[in-house]
């Protein structure tokens, strides 16, 4: 065990080091997955955004996040998205759009973030948004539309007042956490279109539901 602790060690210390485009030609390019949490630099250059087949990338708990977003928009194989906890992030960038193999997204705990784009649109494969925590995101764009694969949605804690009247079209959702969203005391009429709607979570902080959404597939709304 000890030989196994020593060998993460040096590991940990090499990776400190070396520069994303040495590791890019060390690699030959085929990394499937980074995870860079609490790093408060990135060792990143050019090499970053050519590391096509990266599926995973994780840079979750930055306190100054001074990646080059926009490079995001190069990891076109890319399929979970982690940037939970990074306290400067106050948006995303447009060419998160172009991620449209991306399955998996968590920004959770970014408490500065307070708009996403509407390119969000194109992230069509998309199943999992999670933005607990977001206390600065006060609405989502009406793009959100566009996440036809969306099957989880978490919005716990997030300071929401409304939701768009588009909402009723994520008809593969599932799952939706509406949580402690402390401004949000309604629902848009289209909710009760969400016929594939399994688990909601509404912390009966919602006064007000659609017009005859009890006599909907969706009657059995669950309150927590």
């Known amino acids: 065990l000890g030989a196994h602790e020593s060998s993460k060690h040096a590991i940990s210390q090499w990776w400190g080091r070396i ?30 955004g050519q590391m096509k087949a990266l599926r995973v990338l994780d840079i979750s708990s930055y306190r100054d996040l001074e990646l080059p977003l926009e490079l995001l928009s190069q990891l076109t194989g890319l399929r979970m ?12 960038p447009k ?18 973030l307070m708009s996403l784009p509407e ?19 006060m609405s989502l764009p009406e793009s959100l539309k566009g996440l036809t694969a969306l099957k989880e949605l978490n919005l716990c804690r997030c300071g929401l007042v ?10 593969g959702l599932q799952t939706l956490n509406l949580s402690l969203c402390k401004g949000l005391k309604s ?27 009890g006599r909907t597939l969706l009657g059995q709304r669950h309150q927590f």
């Open 19 to 48: 520069a994303f485009d040495q590791l890019r030609v060390l690699l030959g390019g085929w990394m499937l997955a980074v995870i860079l949490q609490g790093e408060q630099h990135v060792p990143v250059g050019t090499g970053l």
């Open 119 to 137: 390119s969000v649109r194109q992230l069509t494969a998309l199943q999992v948004l999670d933005l607990y925590g977001c206390g600065a995101l």
């Open 95 to 112: 060419s998160l759009g172009q991620l449209t193999a991306l399955q998996v997204l968590h920004v959770t705990r970014c408490r500065e």
């Open 162 to 171: 409304s939701l768009p009247d588009v909402f009723g079209q994520l008809k």
């Open 187 to 213: 629902l848009p009429k289209s909710f009760q279109q969400l016929t594939a709607l399994k688990h909601l979570l509404s912390g009966g902080r919602v006064n007000t539901w659609p017009s005859g959404y």
């Open 81 to 92: 998205l982690d940037l939970s906890r990074c306290s400067q992030l106050r948006s995303l």
